[in-house]
């Protein structure tokens, strides 16, 4: 697997590849591939914390990046015996407000963000096995944190 760059304007994001759990590597029971990847800026100067799945879309043009990011807090083949020991959430970046925030959880599943509405919601999936339900959030209603105050020691 390979790093994945993530362009929005003057800014560059990566998605670093760090790993990837083969089914073979895991418990018999956790049957999927779980890549790893870092989310920085490209020079590096800047790190998000936490592991990203490499899945994203951009909203309104490219205001607005969502990830897929890893809940785990232990991230590694160890800790995974079963398929529902991943739990994902959103995360996503607002350029214009240059802040971050994270909504919705899943277990043993996957996102697909569809598309923000005139009136601010993100409409989004949640895909379990042979299930789809579709969400909505309204982006008015999440807690941002600004990015310069995020602490990344």
Do not use: C
Not at 38 to 52: A, T
Not at 122 to 136: N, P, S, V
Request: hydrophobic fraction near 35%.
């Amino acid at each position: 697997m390979e790093n994945i760059l993530v362009h929005r304007d003057e800014i560059s994001l990566k998605l670093a590849f760090d790993d990837a759990f083969h089914p073979s590597e895991l418990h018999p029971k956790a049957d999927h591939w779980y890549p790893k990847y870092k989310l920085s800026l490209l020079d590096k100067s800047f790190e998000f914390k936490g592991w990203f799945t490499g899945q994203f879309w951009y909203l309104n043009g490219d205001n607005l990046i969502v990830f897929e990011e890893y809940v785990n807090q232990t991230f590694d083949s160890e800790s995974i015996k079963h398929d529902g020991d991943i739990e994902l959430r959103l995360f996503l970046i607002d350029f214009k407000r240059s802040a971050v925030t994270k909504f919705s959880r899943l277990r043993n599943g996957r996102f697909d963000v569809l598309r923000l509405t005139e009136d601010d919601r993100i409409i989004y999936l949640k895909k379990q096995h042979d299930k789809t339900g579709e969400f909505e959030i309204n982006l008015n209603s999440l807690e941002f944190e600004l990015i310069s105050r995020i602490n990344n020691d």
